[in-house]
Nanobody, 126 residues
Framework: QVQLVESGGGLVQAGGSLRLSCVASGRTFSNDNMGWFRQAPGKEREFVAGIKWSGTSTYYADSVKGRFTISRDNPKRTLYLQMNSLKAEDTAVYYC???????????????????WGQGTQVTVSS
């Protein structure tokens, strides 16, 4: 069992920045590939970014590439999402996610992840 707790969301003006954190407990975090997803009102949950267990590979949705950076601190069991140049369309609830079994591809596939945090709201005003 894995517990994930996100924090760092809030209200920010367009062009601003936020840093989300996700603290994991209950299993060896350093073995898990991890992902960030988001869901806007009336829309399906979508992939934002993914990171390999070692931190050596990262993956991004086209919509956030160049603006967002995913990273991790394995000793602290914490996953991060640095979000810069925020846009109104980035407004959503952001979730971190962990798998039950390991995978090596398709970080953008939500079905790969079975553990989800409660989410943190990000609101970008234009």
């Amino acid at each position: 069992q894995v517990q994930l707790v996100e924090s760092g969301g809030g209200l920010v003006q367009a062009g601003g920045s936020l840093r989300l954190s996700c603290v994991a407990s209950g299993r060896t975090f350093s073995n898990d590939n991890m992902g960030w997803f988001r869901q806007a009102p009336g829309k399906e949950r979508e992939f934002v970014a993914g990171i390999k267990w070692s931190g050596t590979s990262t993956y991004y949705a086209d919509s956030v590439k160049g603006r967002f950076t995913i990273s991790r601190d394995n000793p602290k069991r914490t996953l991060y999402l640095q979000m810069n140049s925020l846009k109104a369309e980035d407004t959503a609830v952001y979730y971190c996610a962990a798998p039950k079994i390991q995978f090596s591809s398709r970080y953008d596939d939500a079905a790969r992840y079975v553990y989800w945090g409660q989410g943190t709201q990000v609101t970008v005003s234009s």
